[in-house]
């Protein structure tokens, strides 16, 4: 299964930077009329060819739902659901042709993967439309350029193409870290292209979010100064305040006050190319949810949502986005204070803010019952007042509009209590690993020993150790040509000090190791020097693990 750009699940989430995975879009941009229109078309990598041994593959799957051998027929069924969801054409085919000749409950379940698979691709392709949407500003805006330089150009061109399109191999991304590098160290110094450079040093180096969102920041203030590309500098302010949100302490520094003061009375035209509302959904989202007490009062909010509504008009988003504005200002102390003429200053409005965010609300599910997002937020609504049943109703219609939505499952984890653990590990046994639903078991561990400041005891805890290989295990008895995973797995056995696990790990990936896992080649030998090393050793059980921060 190929892997896309996916690692760091939550920052990923809550910034929505330029790799294009944001929530489904119900408008299509029109084709660009610059010189975007070509460097669309050479950065776009066409629809690889159908795989010869795919439909083969799916009929061999099929018949093995009812071999005699439970694990079979079992392992089947996972790969089954677990198939890419640019195999929906040949799986539509398939299943067509086989479903007459098959047992009553076989072709039920074939027609309820079926429907997934078609759900799941009308999304993809929707969402597709807003990453291409993205590139095409950010190309746009680099070719406007006035500090190109011919010594660098070409490289940090590539850089703005290769960090905005959909999604990237491991190749891919080392190639893209390479040209990024390269372009750098010849002085480039476009805004466009210190944004994306950012982008990719905030997966490739262990930084801190600051050192992300300030050059993020830098870039959109020069956009703006420059009378270029509106959009561009809106996307960056968003992203950067995205990240802010992350970290309280960076969220007070003067330019990101700034930028959400600027945010608030965003505009620009796009009658040319009109934003996919699902996509200006999810960015006024991070202007409208930043770290607990920091929420904007609720007129702030209504100046935002009148620009949005300039550019939306009657869509579903603006409704949602109403409602979250509600919400969140409902759960904000200082925003909840009455300052309306001839009422108590210490009046609190929280009542009347979650009455409006609930039927505003269901005034958006009417609107479209199976969009993923408005379960999502409503199913926040429900958690943050303590109904855990409706909470746990919405998650499910979420879930069912959007099988593969690990955003809402992230979400409702950090929602619940004393079953987050339970919860994770009930994710691992769906194995809905395309959606990569298991692996927030290992993220939950990963923040789990942050809080903990301590990762060697943390991770060489036995509960710990298990519930990792168990995630990694699974899923590499599917994937094994995942060099990704395997290179998070070989990493987390050594920070979990079962040194001979992670030297056999560290061997199978050869050269498949993952530089968004090591970051370099230089770093991915030593690591697999020292696991060698300490599983040679008699006492290599007892010796400390490294220190470094934990995998997200």
Not at 356 to 370: C, G, I, S, T, V
């Amino acid at each position: 299964m190929p892997h896309t750009t996916l690692s760091l699940v939550k920052l990923v989430i809550l910034a929505a930077l330029v790799a294009g995975l944001l929530p489904a879009s119900h408008a299509r941009a029109k084709a660009p009329t610059t010189r975007a229109a070509s460097a669309l078309a050479e950065s776009r990598p066409a629809d690889p060819p159908e795989d010869p041994e795919l439909e083969p593959r799916i009929i061999r799957l099929i018949a093995q739902t009812a071999d005699p051998d439970a694990g079979v027929r079992d392992t089947a069924d996972v790969t089954l659901r677990n198939l890419p969801v640019s195999a929906f054409p040949v799986i539509e085919r398939v299943i067509g042709t086989v479903k007459d000749g098959l047992p009553p409950e076989t072709a039920a379940r074939l027609g309820r993967y079926r429907q997934m698979y078609a759900r799941l691709a009308a999304l993809e392709g929707e969402r597709r439309e807003q990453s291409r949407w993205i590139q095409r500003q950010l190309i746009r805006a680099y070719d406007d350029s006035p500090h190109r330089k011919p010594g660098w150009d070409a490289d940090a061109r590539q850089t703005v193409i290769m960090a905005t399109q959909w999604a990237r191999s491991d190749r891919e991304e080392a190639r893209l870290l390479e040209i990024c590098r390269r372009a750098r160290a010849a002085g480039a110094d476009d805004p466009v292209f210190l944004y994306c450079a950012a982008t990719v040093d905030q997966r490739h180096s262990d930084i801190r979010p600051r050192q992300v969102l300030l050059p993020m920041l830098h870039s959109a203030l020069i956009l703006g100064s420059e009378r270029r590309s509106p959009a561009a500098s809106f996307v960056f302010r968003c992203n950067a305040m995205a990240i802010a949100a992350m970290s309280p302490p960076d969220w007070d520094c003067v330019e990101v006050w700034a930028a959400r003061n600027f945010s608030i009375s965003f505009g620009w035209d796009s009658k040319e190319d009109p934003v996919p509302p699902a996509l200006l959904y999810q960015l006024a989202w991070q202007i409208l949810n930043p770290p607990p007490g920091k929420a904007l009062i609720i007129n702030e909010s209504q100046r935002l949502l009148g620009s949005i509504r300039r550019m939306i008009p009657g869509s579903v988003y603006l409704t949602l986005l109403e409602a979250v504005s509600y919400r969140n200002a409902a759960n904000d102390r200082f925003s909840c204070i009455e300052n309306r003429p001839g009422h108590d200053p210490a009046t609190s409005r929280r009542d009347e803010f979650l009455q409006l965010a609930e039927q505003l609300f269901d005034k958006a599910r009417k609107m479209e019952p199976q969009n993923p997002m408005i379960a999502r937020e409503m199913m926040l609504l429900y958690a943050d007042t303590d109904r855990d049943d409706e909470a746990d109703k919405c998650y499910r219609a979420a879930m069912a509009a959007d099988p593969d939505d690990v955003v809402t499952a992230s979400r409702r984890l950090d929602s619940l209590g004393e079953t987050q653990a339970e919860f994770a590990r009930d994710l691992l046994q769906q194995e809905n690993w395309r959606g990569g639903l298991p692996f927030l078991l290992v993220e939950w561990h990963a923040e789990r020993s942050r809080i903990a400041g301590n990762n060697i005891a943390y991770f060489v805890r036995p509960d710990v150790k298990a519930d990792i290989q168990a995630v990694y295990e699974k899923y590499l008895r599917l994937f094994p040509k995942d060099g990704f995973r395997r290179s998070e797995y070989a990493r987390y056995m050594t920070l979990c000090q079962m040194w001979p696990e992670a030297d056999r790990q560290m061997q199978l990936l050869g050269e498949d190791w993952s530089p968004r896992v090591f970051g370099s080649r230089g770093a991915f030998e030593y690591a697999r020097n020292k696991a060698a090393k300490m599983a040679a050793a008699p006492t290599s059980t007892s010796v400390p693990a490294p220190t470094g921060r934990a995998i997200p």
